[in-house]
């Protein structure tokens, strides 16, 4: 791309040649030499004085043009109008805009002074939130092991006696309660461990199959209890090189979800895998009341 000094004196050496020419070409079809003389040497001055004008102009007009060039691209990586060149400039044109760039400067900087600044203080409430909630976490564990345990103590009657049946419904929604709490606490922790990026992932081969297994023995009982039906959809012989312990608690969440919003007697729940040409798809599946689309956005919001 020419720049406009390039194209000042291109444009000044195109004009001063043809007034040269031009003298020139009068000195020589004149027939009068001393008038073909004046001409020539007029259309020198001309073209000459032509020519350093447009010098005159150039520096003029395309120093300033430069320097202020310079400066925004010196602003664009540094975000700093104190390092700037000072522009002195008689072109009116130039002087506002570089007015109008130093302005701007000015407003981008002390923007981002204020940015940073709010930038920190999240930072600060953020780590603050974390270490708030990693305490309440870790505190509400310690009273539930002696809730939990009181709480199995007494659904065994050869070790505090017996209890009529209010009472064991009392306590057995005690229990469950219970469960549910430590469970959240447990999430808990582990979202501030994945905010925190410390959360371990053991790693090793997985055979699918088992897994998919032992995860329907370990739901069975609650299945038969609430009269689900619930079935495995695999057979394959595959394994894969993950955390056996995090794709169990998804599975986990999922099938208590699905458990949830299934009817009893005709509530049906399934899980299974896809194999894909590189990944493997994990599915549970339901004939629940499904969730609209209003909903389905909020899916992998925090609990």
Do not use: C, W
């Not at 320097?67 to 008689?90: D, G, H, Y």
């Not at 006696?161 to 999430?187: C, F």
């Not at 312990?245 to 007697?265: E, T, W, Y």
């Not at 894909?276 to 969730?291: A, L």
Request: no cysteine; hydrophobic share 40%; glycine share 6%.
């Amino acid at each position: 791309m020419r720049s406009v000094k390039h194209t000042l004196f291109l444009v000044s050496g195109v004009s001063s040649f043809i007034i040269f020419y031009m003298g020139l070409v009068n000195f020589v079809t004149s027939v009068d030499k001393t008038t073909g003389l004046v001409l020539l040497i007029f259309s020198i001055f001309v073209s000459t004085g032509t020519f350093l004008g447009t010098v005159s102009i150039s520096k003029s007009i395309t120093k300033p043009i430069e320097k202020l060039a310079q400066n925004m691209e010196l602003f664009s990586k540094s975000r700093k109008m104190s390092k700037q060149n000072p522009i002195k400039t008689n072109v009116k044109e130039i002087f506002e805009l570089n007015k109008n760039f130093e302005t701007m400067g000015e407003t981008v900087e002390k923007t981002i002074v204020v940015q940073k600044e709010y930038v920190e203080k999240l930072k600060i409430m953020d780590r603050k939130k974390v270490e708030f909630s990693s305490m309440v976490s870790h505190e509400l564990k310690t009273p539930l092991v002696p809730i939990l345990g009181y709480v199995q103590m007494l659904q065994k009657e050869e070790l505090l006696g017996g209890l009529n049946e209010k009472q064991k419904e009392a306590v057995d929604e005690i229990y469950l309660s219970t469960l549910k709490l430590q469970k959240l606490v447990g999430d808990i922790l582990t979202t501030q461990l994945l905010d925190l990026g410390k959360l371990v992932f053991n790693k090793e081969m997985i055979n699918v199959s088992e897994l998919l297994n032992g995860i329907i023995k370990e739901f069975n009982l609650e299945a038969d209890e609430r009269k689900i039906t619930l079935n495995l959809n695999f057979n394959e012989s595959i394994h894969i090189f993950s955390d056996k312990d995090r794709i169990d608690q998804v599975f986990s969440n999922l099938i208590k979800n699905a458990f949830d919003f299934v009817s009893p007697n005709t509530g049906n729940v399934e899980i299974g895998a896809k194999m894909d040409t590189k990944f493997i798809e994990f599915f549970v599946q339901d004939n629940g009341s499904g969730m609209s689309s209003e909903h389905q956005k909020d899916i992998f919001k925090k609990f």
